[in-house]
């Protein structure tokens, strides 16, 4: 249930097995069921998830009702709105699972308590928000600077095993394509090899 | 809340079970049904949907994925029953907002002396323990319900919850002290 959130946890900050007994009673253990909602847009985001097993996605909806995906997740991953989670302000994004999950839930409450009383879930914490934000760069990098082709092979060298489970149309939407583009870029590099 | 809650009732069956899924589908909610007798529980399903079509409701035999998947757990059976219950879901209900419906009055002989939500609380420490109560003798329209419980947060869940149910919830306090809640004393 907690297997591989203590294992990612460990790897970031070693804890002994008091610590990591003491920061279980703060987890809540969840199933979602593939296409059932964590978070839907406007509500307050009050969970930051922890994917266990399954995979879910972040996504916001234009005003061509089109989803642009911002944030898969597969297992050892977190997502959330963060900005709604930290602020209290209405959620802009969307969190649903493309497969069934079972995820590990730390609230709003379980997060401030835990960052006041065990400095190394405060660690934790940095550390994921530090890796995030240079992912974050990253991506920002490619986006304003590569080509399409470009995107989308940095995205199949970066993350292989999210384009082996999740839909094209899906990945066109994550590397800000349209899927049409993509497929023709994905039958031009299938005719070079 | 837009996003939509899953809600477990444990004890599903017969008229109580039909009486509270029907009244927690007025709200934004699915409803997973679980029993000791799967057809018993299968036939509150088949009742529900005969009433409301749309209702995403389903019974479940296994307990414990039920209240996996659930975001609030309501516990609708006699105090006597909850210790074994709470025994195969306290794992997957770690913060978590319990409900019980046990009633002292109704089950005198096993009520605990000190008050169902502090054994509740016992029982699953890690999940927020609340006691619900109707006293539909009030002559008060809608009836009052009596909420007692000791997280700020899930008694408001809870409160929201009798709302939708159709109820006037009447916060009763701390549950340490929740034989108030059972007398109606506010």
Redesign the interface.
């Known amino acids: ?1 907690y297997e591989l959130f203590f294992e990612e946890f460990n790897k970031k900050v070693p804890l002994t097995a008091e610590e990591q007994e003491q920061i ?10 593939r296409k ?8 307050v985001c009050k969970f930051i998830a922890f994917v266990e097993k399954g995979a879910l996605r972040a996504y916001s909806v234009d005003e061509n009702f089109t989803e642009n995906i911002i944030q898969f997740a597969l297992e050892g991953w977190t997502i959330s709105d963060l900005y709604s989670f930290l602020t209290g302000e209405p959620a802009v994004y969307n969190i649903d699972a493309l497969e069934d999950s079972e995820l590990v ?1 730390i ?1 709003k ?2 997060h401030e308590e835990m960052l006041q009383t065990i400095p190394k879930y405060e660690t934790y914490t940095r550390l994921n928000i530090t890796g995030a934000y240079l992912a974050m760069q990253r991506r920002i990098t490619t986006i304003i600077s590569s080509t399409a082709e470009e995107r989308y092979q940095d995205f199949i060298n970066l993350y292989p095993h999210i384009a082996q489970r999740v839909p094209q149309h899906m990945i066109a939407s994550y590397i800000g394509l349209t899927p049409e583009t993509l497929s023709r870029i994905r039958k031009k590099l299938s005719s070079g090899r | 809340m837009i996003t939509k809650q899953t809600i477990t009732i444990v004890g599903a069956s017969g008229s109580t079970g039909t009486a509270i899924s029907s009244s927690l589908l007025r709200g934004n909610y699915r409803l997973l049904l679980c029993g000791s007798d799967l057809a018993e529980v299968q036939k509150v399903v088949d009742a529900v949907k005969r009433h409301i079509a749309a209702a995403e409701v389903e019974a479940l035999d296994c307990t414990l994925d039920a209240c996996w998947e659930a975001d609030i757990i309501v516990l609708a059976v006699p105090f006597a029953e909850v210790q074994e219950v709470a025994d195969r879901i306290r794992e997957v209900v770690n913060q978590k907002v319990v409900i019980s419906l046990a009633s002292p009055q109704d089950n005198a002989h096993d009520a605990p002396a000190t008050g169902v939500v502090a054994e509740l609380q016992k029982l699953l420490p890690y999940a927020k323990a609340v006691r619900v109560s109707a006293n539909p003798f009030t002559g008060s329209k809608p009836a009052e319900a009596f909420i007692a419980g000791d997280d700020a947060e899930a008694l408001q869940t809870v409160s929201e919850l009798v709302s939708t149910a159709g109820y006037r919830p009447v916060v009763a306090g701390a549950g340490t002290t929740d034989a108030s809640a059972t007398e109606g004393k506010v």
């Open positions: 249930m279980k009673h703060y987890l809540t253990p969840k199933k979602l069921r059932q909602y964590l978070l839907q847009e406007g509500d839930l609230s409450s379980a």
